[in-house]
C-alpha cells in the first residue's frame, strides 16, 4: 500500500487509482524558479502560477516580517512612534475589513480590540517613555 501510495504522489496521480484526491491544492513536485507550482482549484481547474509572483511574494513576507519584528522592539521600548504606526495599521486594517464584509468581522472585531489596548491610559503612559 505504501509503495502505490508513494508511486502516486510522485506520478501526481491519486493515492488511489479510481479515486480523487480532492484536498490537494498545490502540486508538491520538484519546483524551479523557471517553471513555478500548479495550484488545483475545488473545481478541478488548473492554474499555474508563475515564479516570480512566489519569489516576490515571499520577499515581500520576509520584509514585512522583518518591518513587525522593528516595530514589536520599539513597542517594546514605549516610542511614541510606534504608538503611531500601530494605531493607523490597526485603522486600516478596520477600513479593508469593512471592504471584506461578511467575511471580515473577524478582523475589525480584533483590530478594534487592539485600538481600545492602545488607547488606554496605561498605554498612553507606556507609549510616552521614549522618544
Not at 502516486?8 to 513555478?36: F, M
Not at 520577499?59 to 512612534?81: C, D, H, K
Not at 477600513?95 to 464584509?101: A, P, S, V, W
Request: no cysteine.
Amino acid at each position: 500500500m505504501r509503495k502505490l501510495i508513494e508511486h502516486g504522489t510522485r506520478n501526481r496521480q491519486a493515492a488511489h487509482p479510481g479515486v480523487e484526491d480532492t484536498d490537494r491544492r498545490v502540486s508538491h513536485g520538484a519546483h524551479s524558479l523557471r517553471r513555478g507550482a500548479a495550484r488545483t482549484h475545488r473545481a478541478g481547474n488548473s492554474q499555474q502560477i508563475p515564479a516570480f509572483y512566489l519569489f516576490i511574494n515571499g520577499l515581500l513576507s520576509f520584509i514585512l516580517g522583518i518591518m513587525y519584528f522593528w516595530l514589536a522592539r520599539m513597542a517594546m521600548i514605549g516610542s511614541a512612534t510606534a504608538y503611531t504606526i500601530i494605531n493607523l495599521l490597526a485603522m486600516l486594517n478596520i477600513f479593508f475589513g469593512l471592504l471584506r464584509l461578511p467575511y471580515g468581522w473577524a478582523e475589525i472585531v480584533l483590530n478594534a480590540l487592539v485600538l481600545v489596548i492602545v488607547n488606554g491610559r496605561a498605554a498612553k503612559e507606556w507609549f510616552t517613555r521614549a522618544a
